[in-house]
C-alpha cells in the first residue's frame, strides 16, 4: 500500500478494507468540462450513485463474506479449526499471489517493510483470522458474524484511546447498541444447557484485533499495493498458523472428508481467500463510504439467513434483535453524515 508521501491520497473503505492511503491514479491529459462534472470523488460525501457493475459487484461480495461464516461452520464439522485456518489460507494467497504477479505489479517488499507487514499481520491475520475461527466452533456461525462485525465499533474506541480521536454522540450510541447486543448474545449463551460463552469472547477478542489492525493500517508507510500487502499478510500469517496446528490439532484425514466438506474446503480458497479479495480491491478506491457501509451492515444478515440452509441452525429471537443493534451501531460509525453531505 503506498504511503502518504505523493499525490492526493484515499482511503478504502469496506468490511474487509485495510484502509491505507492510496494514492490515486495519475490523470493525463486535459479533460472535458461536462466529464469533469460528471465525475464523483468515491470518497467524498456527494458519492451516492455506483455504476450497475458495481452494484452487481457489491452484491457479489456481500453474499460471498455473508455465506463464508456457515461454510467455516461446516468445514469444521471435519477439520479442526487451525489446519482449517491454515490449509485454506495457504492456498488462497498462494493463488492471489500468482495471479497479482502476472498483472505485472511489485510483489517484493523492501527493506523495513517486511517488518511492517509482519507487524501488521499480527493483528490483522493471527488476530482476526485465528480468534474468529474458534468462536465460530463455539457458537452458531450466524452469531459469530453477528459479533465480528462489531468491528467497526472497536475501531472507533481504539482511535480514541490510542490516537485521541474524537467521540461523537453517534459513537455514543453504537456503543451503547454494540453493548445491548453483546448482552443479549451473552444472556442467551450463559442461560442455555448448552451455551459456550467463551465463543463470545473469541469473537469480541477477534473484532478487537481487526480494529487495532485497521488503526495499524492506517497509520503505515508502504510502497506496495494494498492487494499485495493482504497477500503478504495472509501468505506470513498461514505459516504461522501451520505451525500451530502442526503443534496443537491432530492431523486431519482427508480420506473420510465428505462432499460438503471438500466443497466448504474449495470455497475458503477460491472464494473467501479468491474471488472476493479481487472483487473487493477492484472496487475499493471507487466504492462510496456509505455503500460499504451498507455492504458491512448486510454481511451478518447474510451469514445468519444462509445458516439456516446450509449448517441448519435456527437463530433465536436475541439474535435477530442483537443483529438489529449492531447494524444502527454500524450505521452510526460509518455512515455519513446529512449535514456533512448538505454543506458540500
Not at 488462497?92 to 511489485?106: D, K, N
Not at 517484493?108 to 499480527?122: D, K, M, N, Y
Not at 491432530?250 to 472476493?276: H, T
Request: proline share 6%.
Amino acid at each position: 500500500m503506498p504511503p502518504r508521501h505523493q499525490g492526493a491520497g484515499r482511503r478504502l473503505n469496506g468490511p474487509h478494507a485495510y484502509p491505507l492511503r492510496v494514492d490515486a491514479a495519475p490523470q493525463g491529459g486535459a479533460h472535458r468540462l461536462g466529464a469533469a462534472r460528471r465525475r464523483i470523488d468515491a470518497n467524498g460525501p456527494h458519492a451516492r450513485m455506483i455504476t450497475r457493475r458495481q452494484l452487481w459487484a457489491l452484491l457479489a461480495l456481500t453474499l460471498m463474506w455473508g455465506v463464508n461464516w456457515p461454510m467455516m461452520k461446516l468445514s469444521l464439522q471435519g477439520i479442526t479449526p487451525l489446519y482449517f485456518r491454515a490449509s485454506t489460507m495457504l492456498l488462497g494467497a498462494s493463488g492471489l499471489f500468482v495471479f497479482v504477479a502476472l498483472r505485472g505489479e511489485r510483489m517484493w517488499p523492501v527493506g523495513r517493510e517486511w517488518r511492517s507487514i509482519a507487524t501488521l499481520g499480527l493483528t490483522n491475520v493471527l488476530g482476526w483470522h485465528t480468534l474468529s475461527i474458534f468462536g465460530v466452533q463455539e457458537l452458531a456461525s450466524g452469531r459469530a458474524a453477528i459479533l465480528g462485525f462489531t468491528m467497526p465499533i472497536f475501531t472507533v474506541l481504539l482511535g480514541a484511546a490510542l490516537f485521541k480521536e474524537r467521540i461523537t454522540a453517534r459513537v455514543g450510541l453504537a456503543v451503547a447498541c454494540v453493548a445491548v447486543s453483546v448482552g443479549l448474545l451473552l444472556w442467551h449463551e450463559l442461560q442455555s444447557l448448552s451455551g459456550r460463552p467463551a465463543g463470545v469472547a473469541w469473537m469480541l477478542g477477534a473484532a478487537v484485533c481487526w480494529a487495532l489492525g485497521t488503526l495499524q493500517m492506517r497509520r503505515a508507510h508502504l510502497t506496495l499495493s494494498p492487494m499485495v500487502v493482504t497477500v503478504w499478510m495472509l501468505l506470513l500469517g498461514s505459516c504461522i498458523v501451520w505451525l500451530m496446528a502442526l503443534t496443537f490439532e491432530p492431523l486431519p484425514q482427508p480420506a473420510g472428508f465428505s462432499g460438503p466438506m471438500w466443497i466448504s474446503l474449495a470455497y475458503g480458497v477460491l472464494i473467501n481467500y479468491g474471488a472476493a479479495q479481487l472483487i473487493w480491491f477492484s472496487m475499493a478506491r471507487t466504492l462510496p463510504p456509505a455503500t460499504s457501509a451498507m455492504s458491512i451492515m448486510a454481511i451478518p444478515l447474510v451469514g445468519t439467513l444462509s445458516a439456516t440452509l446450509i449448517v441448519g441452525e435456527a437463530p433465536h429471537w436475541q439474535d435477530w434483535l442483537a443483529m438489529v443493534f449492531v447494524m444502527v451501531a454500524i450505521a452510526s460509525v460509518l455512515l455519513p453524515k446529512r449535514a456533512a453531505t448538505a454543506a458540500q
